[in-house]
């Protein structure tokens, strides 16, 4: 089909009152959807990635979200971060750091793992869950710089920005990356948090601590997300996004917005 024949077709169905959503938006498409009115809400001014990985959350915040504005990412293992680093050059607006951020400053060791994305400072546990099990192995470690979002919000570059996105995704150290916000939270409009239902690493924190501790410093879950599942259904982890509720009273649909227009 092609572009003019997609258009009508689009335009019947929303008469129809349906929406033609591409096939590879489809399983992001619930997150992205609450993501993009999470931001909208708070009129986002700036996202904090930590633990990006190799960019994926920045990519989907680019495509599915349809974010414009500034992303700022944290990837402290160094083959990552110099893929990050590369694929950030080709966005202005998409800046990469080569530390961590947790509770307090230092240097830690990290937990490098069989599967690239379950990297964390905790030891994994055994879940018996095969798929896990196979990547969320130990081969190495490798000693890494963390600093604070406190600190990190009073360097010159951050200055200006109110209204703040926090994304953790940290494999169990969410929690300390909190900590390390404490005399941020005013400026931290929401965050988006992985929490775990089943125990993936040694000493992490459960869900339901985890979300009686936003709540108690002054979050409210907006949304739950299924990130991963059991063969027979039970959910690993959840993408949990909570808003500020200080923020909440804002008007929904503000004039301006690093959003782009659908």
Known sequence: MNR???KVLETLLLKAGLVLVSSWRWKALPLATHTRDLLTQIRCDCVLDVGANKGQYARFLRTHVRYGGPIFSFEPV???YEILLDQSQKDPLWKVFPFALGAKTGEKNLHIMAGETMNSFLPPLSTGIAFLDEINIPV???AVSVRTVDDFLK???MSGFS?????????????EVLKGASCSLPRIAALQSEV????IYENMTDWLTSLKHFDQQGFSVTGMFPVNRTEDLKVIEFDCLA?????QK??????????QKD
């Open 243 to 247: 808003i500020n509720r200080a923020y």
């Open 155 to 157: 360097t010159k570059e």
């Open 163 to 175: 209204s703040i996105f926090l994304k953790m995704d940290t494999q169990g150290f969410d929690g």
């Open 250 to 259: 804002q008007e929904i649909f503000p004039p301006e917005s690093s959003l």
């Open 196 to 199: 775990s239902c089943i125990p």
């Open 78 to 80: 160094r083959a990552l």
């Open 4 to 6: 003019t024949g997609k």
């Open 140 to 142: 190495r470690s490798e």
